[in-house]
């Protein structure tokens, strides 16, 4: 499973960025899937996991009403919709894909390159 995300980038507080997650060799519709973090001198942050419907979406305490999974299962791609943004947001962001939701919350198999979201004041 190759997954590669993208759609980072620099952005002032207050804005939104839209990451993606282009999964590669499989069909994404098959794992659940999450999106980390990890901010410099940081642990790595679970924020949301989605299972095979966006109804099974779930999200940590940080993300909880500013970021939005969802998959498009058509593009093979997931995102994460990230409104509202605040400079403690700035990270390296991945994406991850395992077999159950559980499973990619807590050590995923499979991760993808993260992409670089810089929060300015």
């Known amino acids: 499973v190759q997954l590669q995300a993208s759609g980072g980038g620099l952005v002032q507080t207050g804005g939104s960025l839209r990451l993606s997650c282009v999964a590669s060799?499989?069909?994404?519709?098959?794992?659940?899937v999450g999106w980390f973090r990890q901010a410099t001198g940081k642990e790595r942050e679970g924020l949301a996991y989605?299972?095979?419907?966006?109804?099974?979406?779930y999200y940590a305490e940080s993300a909880k009403g500013r970021f939005t999974v969802f998959r498009d299962n058509a593009k093979n791609t997931a995102y994460l919709q990230m409104n509202s943004l605040k400079p403690e947001d700035t990270a390296v962001y991945y994406c991850?894909?395992?077999?159950?939701?559980?499973?990619?919350?807590?050590?995923?198999?499979?991760w993808g390159k993260g992409t670089q979201v810089t929060v300015s004041s």
């Open positions: 991850a894909a395992d077999y159950s939701i559980s499973s990619v919350e807590r050590n995923p198999q499979y």
């Open positions: 060799g499989v069909a994404l519709e098959d794992y659940a």
């Open positions: 989605v299972g095979e419907s966006d109804e099974s979406a």
